[in-house]
Nanobody
Framework: QVQLVESGGGLVQPGGSLRLSCAAS????????MGWYRQAPGKERELVAR???????DYAASVKGRFTISRDNAKNTVYLQMNSLKPEDTAVYYC???????????????WGQGTQVTVSS
């Protein structure tokens, strides 16, 4: 059984920064892809960023240039550094892990419980 545990969410003012972390545990964890989705109230869940072995990270257009995803394989942890935050970034952010291909296909197998990010003055 694989578990993903997020941390680092909270309340931040517009223009501020937050760093989300997601630690994966489980004896068989070997996912070659991890990422972050988010869901705002009344909206569908959307991809924010993903990192797949063998290719450069992918980002949603709305966060490109402001967010950076990274992974520490030794710690089975993925991070999302969020800078220049905007009120429209307010959402529950979900970590995920699964199977990815070098040409960009990503099948999510595991989800975290989510962490709230609120951007407000």
């Amino acid at each position: 059984q694989v578990q993903l545990v997020e941390s680092g969410g909270g309340l931040v003012q517009p223009g501020g920064s937050l760093r989300l972390s997601c630690a994966a545990s489980g004896s068989a964890f070997s996912a070659n892809a991890m990422g972050w989705y988010r869901q705002a109230p009344g909206k569908e869940r959307e991809l924010v960023a993903r990192i797949i072995s063998g290719r450069s990270p992918d980002y949603a257009a709305s966060v490109k240039g402001r967010f950076t995803i990274s992974r520490d394989n030794a710690k089975n942890t993925v991070y999302l550094q969020m800078n220049s935050l905007k009120p429209e970034d307010t959402a529950v952010y979900y970590c995920n892990a699964g199977r990815g291909t070098p040409w960009g296909r990503y099948d999510v197998d595991y989800w975290g419980q989510g962490t709230q990010v609120t951007v407000s003055s």
